[in-house]
C-alpha cells in the first residue's frame, strides 16, 4: 500500500467527532455520523498512521486544536484546524453553502438570483481563501518531514486547497480532491465571477487525482476546465494536461457498508420505530432526504396526488411517509421550500383523506433509527431529486429492505448511473411520469419485485465503501508509480 | 448557386408579411420587422423562383393560405399556411414559448418549475407534432416535381419539421435547420420529456446542417446529441454520423445590413426622436430589449445604482435610458417580471434623484424609430443579458453610433464570440462587476473610445447579412456536391 512511503492525511471541513464538556467537565466526544464521514472513516482503516485534519466546530474543539496534535480517539488520529470566526463564517455561509452549492446543483432562478458583486469577493477572499490557507498549513505541519506525504481533500468547502498545498509541499506530494456533489456543465459554472471561476479550476488542477461519484461529473468538469482554462485533455483516458503535469479526472462511485445496515436494522432502537412504521394504512411508499430544494419534496407529493386522482381505488391502500431531516433552516430559501412542503401536504391531506386515513405522513425530524424502520418496510422508495450528488438512500435502503420494495429513481441523482436499470427511472420535473411508476411500483407482480430487488442489492453490495477505498488507494499506488517515483 | 438545380423554400413559423383588410374592404399587408425576418429576406433575393413558407396568422392570413399558392407581394412568393387554431395555440402557447424558451435560455426556477406531465404530452402530440406535419406538407406541395429541392427551415418552433420533410421529400432535397436561440448544455435539455428530449434531436438529425448563430452552441448541441441519443461525432469538422448520413453542424453569425441603418439613422421619423434622446440630462446610459426575462434588466438597473452610489459626481451627469418593447405580457412569468422592472426604476429614480434630473428614462412601447435614435447618442450601450442568441441590438447600435459609444456586452450573449474583445465584457450576475464597466465606460478617453467603436462597426461591417447569406449558400453548394449528385 502507498502509506508505506508516505503518510496518509486526510483532510474536510467536518470531522469525525466533535468535542464537547460534560457537565462534570470532563472531555467528551459524539463521533459524526452522514454518508461521507462513514466513508472517510473506511478511508483511515487502511492505514496505521493516518491523520484526520477538520475544522474545530466547537468550543472545546477549539481548545483540542491548541493542544498538541494529533488528538488520539479511539481509532482514530485527529487534527483540529481553528479558524478565524469571520473567515469561517464567510467560508460556509456566504460561499460554500450558498454559492457553490447552487452553482453545483442549477438550483437557481438566473433571471433573479445570484446577485453577485464585492460581497462575494469579500467572502472569497477574507473567508474562503483563508480558510483553504489555514487547511493546508495544518496538512504541511501534519506531515512535516515526509518526503511524499498521501493528502485526500474532500469536498466543496476545499477547493483552494490544493493550490495552497502543492505551494507548501511541492510536486513530490500526491494530492487528491473529492468532490462529493454534482459537477455543473460549463455553462453554470460560468455563473460564478470569473475570479472564482478560474481561481477554484486552477486549484483543482494542482491536485493529482480529481475524483467525482460518476463518470458524467467527470467528463462534466473535464469538459468545464476546457473550455474554461483552454487545457488540453484526453477524455478516453481521463487525463488533463497542464502546467507539464497529468491529472487524473476519475469517478469513484461512494458506498456504503452494508454490515452496518443489517447490523442497524436488527437494533433496539429501530425495531422500536418499526412498530410506528408497521401501523400506517396501506402499502408503504417512503422517501427519506435531507429538507433541501434539489431533493424535489414538492413535486414528489404533487405526484402522488396526480397518482390519487387516477386511481381512486388506491385511496385507503397506501400512506406515503416522507421522512425529512431539517437541514439549513435559517437559509430563506430553504424555509420557503419547507413551506411549501408543509402546504402541499396539507392540502393533499384535506382533499384526499377519509376516516382515518391521512394519504401523507410528514416527519421533519432528525430520526436515524426511524429512517432504518421505514427502510425495511416500504414498498417503493421514492428519489426522485432534482441533482444529487450520489444519493445514498438509494443504496442504504435497498440492502435491509424487507418487502422486495420498488426503487423510482430520478435519473438526476447520481445513483442512477450505477443502480438505475433497477429502477422505474422519472424525469424529476414530470409529475404524470412520476405519479405512473408510483402506480406501476405499488401495483407490480411479485415475481418482477424480486428480480428487481434482488439486482438492485446485488448491485451495491458489489461495489461497497471498501471497494470505493480500494479502487482509489490502487490508483494512488499507480499514479504514484508513474509520475512521483 | 444550388439553386440552379433546386427551388429554394423557406420556412418559418412567423412571416414575411401580414394580409388585413382596410375599412375599404381591400386586401392589404405590412411587411415584417425583426433581425431573422429581415436575414431571410437577404437570403431570398439571392434566388428567383424562391418561396417563402410561414403560418397564416391573421384572418386574411387564412383567406391568402387558401386561394393558390403562393401568393406575390413585391419581390416574394409567400405560401402561408392554415393550421388548426387549437394545435397552433397549443404549439405556440404551450411549448415552443413557454417550454423550449426557458429551456433554452436556462430560465427555469428548477426546484419550483417547470411541471411537466401529460398536458405537456398533449401539446406536444396535438399541437405541436400536427403543426410541424403541416409545415412538412406544406413544403412537400411547394415543391413538386422538383428533384432535389433546397428547404431551409428555421427556429424552435420546427423542430418537428425535417423529420416530417425527410420522411416527405426523401435523401434527394437538401434540408437545414437554423436555430436562432442558444442551445444550452446536455443537462438542461434533459429538463424535457424523453419523446420531445430524443424527439427534436432525432428530427434535427434529419437534416443535412443544423445551424446555430456561435460556436459554441454548435458544440452544445453536437455534445447534447451525442450523449442523448449516443451518437458518434467529429467535433473537429463539426460532423454528426447519424443513421449512415453526415448531419453538418455549423455556426454561422447573424448579422444585420449596415447600409440599411445608415439610411434609417437619416429618416424623418428618427430625426424626430432625436429631440427627445437629446434633451436627456449628462451622458446617455442606453439599453434596448424585448422586454423577456432573458435580457436581465432588473440587475442592469441594480448595477446602475451602484454606480451612481460609488460615485456620487455621477449624479446629474448621466441618464439611463431604457427603450424596452413590451413582450408576452399576458405571461405571468413576464408579467411579473415587468412588475419588477417598473418597481426597480422608480426606487432607484426615488432614492438618487435631484431637482429635474431623472436617473432613470424608462420607455415601455414598441417604438423603433425611437430606438435608432438612441443608438445614434449613446455613450455607452448595456447588453447584459442572462443569455441570448445573438442580440443584433449591439450590431445595430454599432454602425450608426454618433459618439464613439462604448459597448457593455454580457459574456452569455451570443455577440459576445464575435465582438466581445472590443467590448467591456461583464458577467450577467455581478452587479460589481457591472456598475465598474459601466463607470469605465463613461470615463473612458476619448482616445480609447474611438479605438473600440471603430473595431466594433469594422467587425460589424465586415460579416453583414450578405456574409452570412453566402457563407450558408456555400456550405449547401459545397453539401450537395459532397452527397447529394
Do not use: C
Not at 388506491?314 to 400512506?319: D, F, H, I, L, S
Amino acid at each position: 500500500m502507498q502509506t508505506e512511503d508516505g503518510r496518509l492525511v486526510i483532510v474536510s471541513n467536518r470531522g469525525p467527532v466533535t468535542f464537547s464538556r460534560s457537565e462534570s467537565g470532563e472531555r467528551t466526544y459524539s463521533r459524526g455520523a452522514g454518508g461521507v464521514v462513514t466513508a472517510l472513516n473506511a478511508v483511515l482503516r487502511r492505514s496505521e498512521n493516518a491523520v484526520w485534519i477538520a475544522s474545530a466546530q466547537s468550543e472545546e474543539d477549539i481548545k483540542v486544536s491548541r493542544e498538541p496534535a494529533p488528538y488520539e480517539v479511539e481509532d482514530l488520529r485527529v487534527v483540529l484546524v481553528e479558524h478565524d470566526p469571520e473567515a469561517y463564517d464567510l467560508m460556509y455561509n456566504q460561499l460554500a453553502n450558498p454559492l457553490l452549492w447552487f452553482v453545483q446543483h442549477g438550483l437557481y432562478d438566473l433571471p433573479y438570483a445570484p446577485i453577485l458583486g464585492d460581497d462575494t469577493k469579500w467572502a472569497w477572499e477574507e473567508g474562503y481563501v483563508p480558510v483553504n490557507r489555514n487547511f493546508a498549513e495544518a496538512v504541511a505541519d501534519s506531515v512535516e518531514g515526509e518526503r511524499s506525504p498521501v493528502v485526500l481533500l474532500h469536498d466543496y468547502q476545499l477547493y483552494m486547497t490544493p493550490h495552497f498545498v502543492r505551494e507548501r509541499l511541492g510536486p513530490e506530494a500526491f494530492v487528491s480532491l473529492f468532490v462529493h456533489i454534482p459537477w455543473p456543465e460549463a455553462d453554470y459554472w460560468r455563473v460564478l465571477p470569473r475570479y472564482i471561476r478560474e481561481g477554484v479550476l486552477e486549484s483543482l488542477l494542482q491536485a493529482d487525482v480529481v475524483a467525482f461519484h460518476t463518470r458524467r461529473y467527470a467528463r462534466d468538469f473535464t469538459e468545464t476546465v476546457s473550455q474554461i482554462l483552454g487545457v488540453e485533455y484526453d477524455a478516453e483516458e481521463g487525463i488533463v494536461y497542464h502546467d507539464g503535469r497529468e491529472v487524473w479526472v476519475r469517478a469513484y462511485p461512494i458506498s456504503i457498508d452494508p454490515a452496518e445496515f443489517e447490523e442497524l436494522s436488527g437494533s433496539e432502537a429501530v425495531l422500536e420505530q418499526e412498530e410506528l412504521v408497521k401501523n400506517l394504512t396501506g402499502k408503504l411508499l417512503l422517501r427519506v432526504d435531507r429538507m433541501d430544494l434539489s431533493k424535489n419534496v414538492v413535486r414528489g407529493f404533487q405526484a402522488y396526488e396526480r397518482m390519487l386522482e387516477r386511481h381512486p381505488e388506491m385511496a385507503g391502500e397506501v400512506t406515503f411517509l416522507a421522512l425529512l431531516q431539517p437541514s439549513r433552516g435559517d437559509v430563506p430559501e430553504y424555509a420557503r421550500y419547507a413551506g411549501a412542503v408543509r402546504e402541499t401536504v396539507d392540502e393533499i391531506n384535506e382533499r384526499h383523506g377519509r376516516g382515518s386515513w391521512k394519504p401523507i405522513e410528514l416527519s421533519m425530524e432528525d430520526n436515524f433509527p426511524r429512517s432504518v424502520a421505514a427502510y425495511k418496510n416500504y414498498d417503493s422508495l421514492l428519489v426522485n431529486a432534482v441533482r444529487d450528488g450520489m444519493n445514498l438512500v438509494a443504496k442504504e435502503a435497498a440492502v435491509v429492505n424487507e418487502r422486495d420494495g420498488v426503487l423510482i429513481l430520478s435519473e438526476n441523482a447520481g445513483a442512477h448511473e450505477e443502480i438505475g436499470e433497477h429502477a422505474l427511472t422519472v424525469n424529476p420535473f414530470d409529475l404524470d411520469e412520476q405519479a405512473d411508476a408510483m402506480y406501476e411500483a405499488l401495483t407490480m407482480t411479485g415475481e418482477e419485485r424480486r428480480r428487481r430487488a434482488r439486482a438492485l442489492r446485488e448491485t451495491v453490495e458489489a461495489n461497497t465503501i471498501e471497494d470505493w477505498v480500494e479502487a482509489q488507494m490502487e490508483d494512488i499506488a499507480a499514479y504514484r508509480e508513474r509520475y512521483l517515483t
